[in-house]
């Protein structure tokens, strides 16, 4: 077992910049929701605001709080997008057809609502604070995990 700061530091370059999770066929980079991404930060507190009453007494729907959720990640967490194409990475998102469409925050907007167990992998690994800290990133580049700093 490592230090305390091995256990628990983190990059704040990743945080902010995002860090690959690869699904095989498609791979996202998502930053941090939370931590040094301030953008997360001010991005949900703005798309709450109007709710903020509703927030406070417990009463805002679930699909209100979904939606402001997912609008905050596409802003600010996703920061790419890329898929397979005759085994080399391009950017862009499958559609159902399997056809390929440009990375858009429309087109991350639509697959989330398309996939919210999608959505919801994506709220759980960017969350994560594992996942920006800088030697299991290193240790999984090297492991080829799945998960790496770099494309």
């Given at each position: 077992?490592?230090?305390?700061?091995?256990?628990?530091?983190?990059?704040?370059?990743?945080?902010?910049?995002?860090?690959?999770?690869?699904?095989?066929?498609?791979?996202?980079?998502?930053?941090?929701?939370?931590?040094?991404?301030?953008?997360?930060?001010?991005?949900?507190?703005?798309?709450?605001?109007?709710?903020?009453?509703?927030?406070?007494?417990?009463?805002?729907?679930?699909e209100t709080a979904n939606r402001i959720l997912r609008e905050t990640y596409v802003v600010a967490v996703v920061r790419d997008w890329q898929v397979k194409v005759n085994g080399e990475w391009q950017q862009g998102?499958?559609?159902?057809?399997?056809?390929?469409?440009?990375?858009?925050?429309?087109?991350?907007?639509?697959?989330?609502?398309?996939?919210?167990?999608?959505?919801?992998?994506?709220?759980?690994?960017?969350?994560?604070?594992?996942?920006?800290?800088?030697?299991?990133?290193?240790?999984?580049?090297?492991?080829?995990?799945?998960?790496?700093?770099?494309?």
């Amino acid at each position: 077992m490592g230090s305390m700061y091995e256990m628990f530091d983190t990059d704040t370059k990743s945080e902010k910049d995002g860090v690959w999770v690869d699904y095989g066929e498609f791979r996202t980079q998502l930053a941090r929701a939370g931590g040094a991404n301030k953008l997360f930060q001010r991005t949900l507190e703005l798309k709450s605001r109007p709710y903020r009453r509703a927030i406070q007494t417990e009463t805002i729907d679930v699909e209100t709080a979904n939606r402001i959720l997912r609008e905050t990640y596409v802003v600010a967490v996703v920061r790419d997008w890329q898929v397979k194409v005759n085994g080399e990475w391009q950017q862009g998102i499958h559609a159902e057809d399997g056809s390929v469409l440009s990375f858009t925050k429309d087109n991350v907007t639509a697959t989330y609502e398309r996939l919210p167990e999608l959505f919801d992998e994506h709220r759980e690994m960017a969350s994560k604070t594992a996942l920006y800290r800088a030697t299991l990133r290193e240790e999984g580049a090297k492991n080829s995990s799945g998960v790496s700093s770099t494309p």
